[in-house]
């Protein structure tokens, strides 16, 4: 439990410093996309959170925190994991830590319906899962 209490702790700390900082966003699509434009000069933020992200889990079991990682060795299921998280991410203008950590904290109502949406659909996706006998 603590472990899932300092974890959201640190995502909330992250993401008010760089809302505070900067005045930036700090869901993964608006982090990612900004990497690839051209014509914005000031996207080093952009690539040092980025840095942060990746360097965060080597560190931590470096200090000698481990936690169990599973996930499927199905490719195909995990090609289209992908492709319907981008999809969905394009449609709803975001994504879960774009709309659920920054929007709700800003009591934005598109990010607080796009929240309940992703939740629903997790629900959906874990009973359609169950029902068939597949598990990730």
Avoid: K
């Avoid at 936690?67 to 995990?78: A, E, H, K, S, V």
């Avoid at 289209?80 to 659920?100: E, K, M, R």
């Amino acid at each position: 439990m603590w472990d899932e209490i300092g974890g959201g702790f640190l995502i909330g700390a992250a993401a008010s410093l760089l809302w505070v900082g900067i005045g930036r966003i700090s869901g993964m699509t608006g982090v990612l996309s900004s990497l690839f434009l051209i014509r914005d000069s000031g996207r080093h933020w952009a690539l040092a959170f980025l840095v942060g992200l990746l360097v965060a889990w080597p560190v931590m079991q470096s200090a000698g925190y481990s936690t169990p990682i599973n996930i499927t060795d199905n490719t195909g299921l995990l090609i289209a994991a992908g492709l319907l998280v981008g999809f969905g991410t394009y449609i709803g203008n975001g994504c879960t830590s774009g709309h659920g950590v920054c929007g709700m904290g800003r009591l934005s109502f598109r990010s607080f319906v796009a929240t309940l949406t992703f939740i629903a659909a997790g629900i959906v996706t874990v009973a359609i899962m169950n029902a068939v006998g597949l598990s990730l």
